[in-house]
């Protein structure tokens, strides 16, 4: 099985058994291969409990049954945290959750906040506003930097596949994405498989 399709395999895996079990206080999963063995790790925040944990078990044993004689390892680390902290032969997120600026996991408290960003990005989609001042927009609103504007922006699914189209389709954007990819290298949010560009989440190392 080549590399990507066992990402592919294990993703859509993790994703699947993580539907209708995730709460509040689960920050991100990554999964990663060490040989046969599954690696998942669980960023979590400190209010992250027993049923949590559960669940999170629960969806382990989900993952593991999906593949034939590879075993599963679960990690649960507290933030703050700067990511994952089991090395790994290969990682890639499964979730991730949304984070207006990524500098601390206090900034989820400020719900308000989040709320009008998110507002914001939806409405210049409905304007269609252009890709420059959705990140203008994003960036006065937030205080962040452009990768993590891009990042926001690209939370939202209608950016997303707008942004997927265009990198395949319009020539000045596929420049700008190659040259993405060039400047941000590992923490590129587009990457190139089979000839076409894809909008993806960045690996962690």
């Avoid at 032969?89 to 979730?95: N, Q």
């Avoid at 994405?177 to 190392?205: D, R, W």
């Amino acid at each position: 099985m080549s590399t990507l399709d066992r990402e592919i395999r294990l993703r859509l895996s993790v994703q699947r058994a993580l539907l209708g079990a995730v709460s509040s206080a689960l920050a991100a999963v990554t999964c990663g291969w060490n040989g046969k063995e599954i690696v998942l790790e669980f960023l979590v925040d400190s209010d992250f409990n027993d049923e949590d944990r559960e669940r999170m078990e629960v969806v382990a044993s989900e993952v593991v049954a999906d593949f034939g004689d590879e075993t599963i390892t679960t990690v649960f680390t507290s933030l703050p945290s700067d990511g994952p902290k089991v090395p790994v032969a290969k990682r890639w997120w499964a979730y991730k959750r949304f984070q207006p600026n990524a500098m601390s996991v206090e900034r989820k408290l400020e719900w308000p906040v989040v709320v009008k960003i998110l507002a914001l990005v939806d409405r210049l989609f409905q304007e269609k506003a252009s890709w420059l001042e959705l990140i203008k927009q994003i960036r006065g609103a937030a205080g962040v930097d452009i990768l993590t504007a891009e990042k926001i922006a690209l939370s939202h699914n209608g950016w997303r596949r707008l942004c997927n189209y265009r990198i395949n389709h319009d020539p000045e954007c596929k420049k700008q994405a190659s040259q993405h990819i060039k400047i941000h290298g590992l923490s590129s949010l587009i990457s190139s498989v089979g000839g076409s560009f894809v909008v993806t989440e960045p690996e962690m190392n």
